[in-house]
């Protein structure tokens, strides 16, 4: 029996209307995994070879997860997740999650923080500031990286399992792993901009009285910087401080409840950090991020 701390295989939590935002994002998941893994007969009649797999990176807190586990959801598959921080030092646990899939298909494999569990050689994690936000106490060890790669190649080619790893900063994953035949394709989730920035406050204070003075729009514009996760707990501490306040007679959250929450609040990503993700995207192979 498996340790759940390190991996799980569950039935899928979510589909794409429970995640706010990210239209694009969802139709590239939609397009590479819920379509090759819903529909694979017509997809070979039609003559089109599916995605041996997908590198789905950006932002840490950008939603990643929830994203590829709703593509199993709305695909109908089974939903095994390695989580590769825990796994820097495990190479057994990346070969009893890939056996798992091979004896659970059809299924989706979340193969968490891949950049970590098999970085390029020297990879660095210096952002354009100098810092090194985001870098791991320690990266998958030679064994680690070896069971990665070759549980990979050998799950790849096979049709209805496919492999979404997860990764912050795609350009320190080992470069084997972008190969068309292993994880030959990229979906970026980048930091939401303005419009969905303004779906997922809608989302997290769902079912909560908001003040005549409160405006989304405007909290939108304040967050540039925040990713999913950040705005999660902005509009829990908005949320606290409201309870706070009116103690049992709670009943609504307003501006001044938020603005004491973005003093306290503040965002994962830098302006530096975020220009080094676009300029890493930009950076890219463009083909690699069409079916």
Known sequence: MYDSVYLDMRKPRFTFDEIAGYKEVKEKLREMVVIPLKYPDALKR???????????????????????????????????????????????????????????????VHLMDIDWLAPRKDAAYVWGDGTETGKPDRFGSKKVHKAVYEEVKKVAPIEDIVIGASAYRVDMIDQVFTRTGMLGRKIYVPRPDEKDRGKIFRYYLNGVKIAEDK???????????????????????AKLNALDREGGDFTEVNMADFKDALTKVSAWLSPEMAADYDRIFKEDCVHKYNF
């Open 46 to 108: 039609s003559g089109i070879a599916p995605p041996t797999g997908v590198i789905v990176w950006g932002p840490l807190g950008s939603g990643k997860g929830h994203m590829i586990e709703s593509a199993a959801g709305e695909a109908g598959v089974n939903y095994i997740i390695i989580r590769g921080r825990e796994c820097t030092d495990h190479p057994k646990v990346i070969r009893e999650g890939f056996r798992i899939a091979k004896e659970n298909r059809p299924c989706v």
């Open 215 to 237: 405006d989304i729009a405007k909290l939108a514009d304040l967050t540039d910087y925040y990713v999913g996760w950040d705005i999660e707990a902005l509009c829990r501490k």
